[in-house]
């Protein structure tokens, strides 16, 4: 009889601690209710989140922001393969001062300058790619009029003079260039797609985290509404003496415990209400539509990896970073030694009239090849040569593991995708026999044929194979999505996922 007592006072203690708990609870709910009050709600498939998440959340912003970055990068590379003009100018250039001046027997003495002076130039310059040089087609005239005794006016020109610059056996930075250049902007373009199908990847997961969290606010009003009606069967078949009375404390310890969960579950709801709502920054509370078509899709691994391999940035940015190692080699080497060549061509008139100064021209040719070869450096080129060799053989050797990692990554994600569509189809199938193993336990209890044991335990089923239902259901989509990331390949409509990228960046 004392064990029963204390078993009673036990029960009753739980009793007042979960009623307290149940009204601070539920305080705290009407909270969030009130703020919700009067905000329209929004029915929001899973298409429209994500097609909603692509185009105006946070993160769809930063990748197009990338995306214009590399754009410009690449136009600014295109743009410096062409031809440049430019113009320059003094206009004009005053001087008066005293400077030093050397006189035929040695002695120096000092003279008075006074001019002014007016000069342009003209020229037109083309970058040589096959052989890393400089071309350019040059006009140009100056003005000098000196005061003072004996000044007058001076006029030279440069019709026009042709200047090659040419660096001979060293490292031809424009050809590497036209190598390199073409697959970073590749690159950027699969990254920007990339991250496209992340921005879907999230969007799916606020949205599911949503979708599951009211469904546990249905679940834990389902199971309130249930307790509640049990606990009036249990005090009637109390009445009648059917059922002790621990068991009629354990039906009204259920009712507050069905409370404190669907005020817990309502919180939560709220939190993902606002994580979905700003990722998608938009104002109105949304109202998840469970996507119930799913797409008979079985995917062959083959299949996916030549997507991958021929859309997805791996085997662009591989590519990349190969030519990378080989021009740091290449510099490495060429830095050995250094030789410029110089020359320029044309003609250049002076005179006291502007006429005369384009007459009687006169050639001018200027030649001058300058080199550079170290004698004694203690072997320093040399050392970063072999830095240069040492870091090529690293990166081969992470581009071959890469590479692996990426072949299994696909792998793995295609079988888990295969084996998630039945996955899913016997979670749906748990759900519905679940839920029809509670009722018919529910209405067993009613009379009075089955334990509260056995109802508490088909209660848990039940809720759990609801939630394992939306789990599953996510999972089939993130997969979906993770392996369209990847091989940027719609697997509904069978072609590419491409993108307007001059109309974006514009």
């Excluded at 020109?157 to 200047?163: E, F, I, R, Y």
């Excluded at 039906?251 to 939560?268: C, I, M, P, Y």
């Excluded at 104002?283 to 998840?288: L, N, W, Y």
């Amino acid at each position: 009889m004392n064990i029963i007592n204390a078993h009673n006072n036990n029960q009753l203690l739980v009793y007042r601690r979960l009623t307290a708990t149940m009204v601070i609870l539920i305080l705290h709910s009407s909270l969030f209710t009130l703020h919700s009050f009067g905000q329209e709600k929004i029915s929001l498939s899973l298409d429209e989140c994500i097609t909603m998440a692509r185009k105006q959340s946070v993160d769809a912003a930063v990748a197009l922001g990338r995306l214009k970055s590399a754009y410009w990068q690449w136009r600014s590379y295109k743009a410096d393969l062409l031809p440049e003009v430019s113009f320059s100018a003094t206009l004009p250039s005053y001087n008066k001062r005293y400077t030093s001046y050397q006189q035929a027997d040695g002695g120096i003495s000092y003279v008075r300058n006074d001019y002014l002076g007016l000069d342009g130039s003209l020229y037109v310059s083309q970058k040589i790619w096959p052989t890393g040089g400089t071309l350019s087609v040059e006009t140009s005239l100056d003005f000098l009029h000196q005061s003072g005794t004996g000044g007058g006016n001076q006029f030279m020109s440069m019709p026009v003079a042709l200047t090659l610059s040419q660096p001979i056996f060293g490292i031809n930075h424009l050809k590497w260039n036209r190598r390199i250049e073409p697959l970073r902007y590749r690159e950027a373009q699969a990254d920007f797609l990339t991250q496209t199908e992340q921005v879907a990847m999230q969007a799916i997961s606020h949205f599911f985290n949503l979708l599951l969290a009211k469904e546990q606010v249905g679940i834990a009003r389902q199971n309130l509404q249930k307790a509640e009606e049990l606990y009036e069967v249990a005090l009637a078949k109390r009445k009648m003496g059917s059922i002790s009375e621990n068991d009629v404390l354990q039906f009204k310890l259920d009712v507050l415990k069905a409370h404190s969960a669907l005020t817990s579950s309502e919180s939560n709801c709220q939190a993902s209400q606002f994580a979905l709502r700003a990722f998608l920054d938009i104002e109105q509370d949304i109202e998840p539509e469970t996507p119930e078509n799913i797409p008979a899709l079985h995917l062959q691994y083959d299949e996916v990896l030549n997507h991958a391999l021929e859309n997805n940035s791996h085997a662009t940015t591989m590519r990349r970073r190969q030519l990378e190692a080989d021009y740091s080699v290449a510099t490495a080497k060429a830095n050995r030694r250094s030789i410029n060549l110089y020359a320029q061509l044309g003609y250049t008139g002076i005179a006291d009239k502007l006429g005369g100064a384009y007459r009687d021209l006169l050639s001018k040719e200027v030649v001058s090849v300058g080199f550079s070869i170290p004698i004694l450096d203690w072997g320093k080129r040399k050392g970063q040569r072999k830095m240069a060799e040492s870091y090529r053989e690293i990166e081969m050797a992470q581009l071959r593991k890469e590479a692996q990692e990426f072949k299994q990554d696909i792998f793995i994600l295609t079988e888990k995708f295969n084996n998630q569509a039945e996955q899913l189809r016997i979670a749906c199938e748990a759900d519905t026999i679940a839920r029809k193993r509670y009722n018919t336990n529910v209405e067993t209890f009613k009379i009075g044929n089955i334990s509260t044991l056995d109802l508490s335990d088909a209660t848990t089923a039940k809720d759990q194979a609801r939630r394992d239902r939306i789990i599953e259901l996510h999972s089939y989509w993130s997969y979906y999505y993770q392996l369209r990331s990847i091989a940027l390949w719609d697997f509904e409509k069978g072609c590419d996922i491409t993108a307007d990228i001059e109309k974006l960046v514009k």
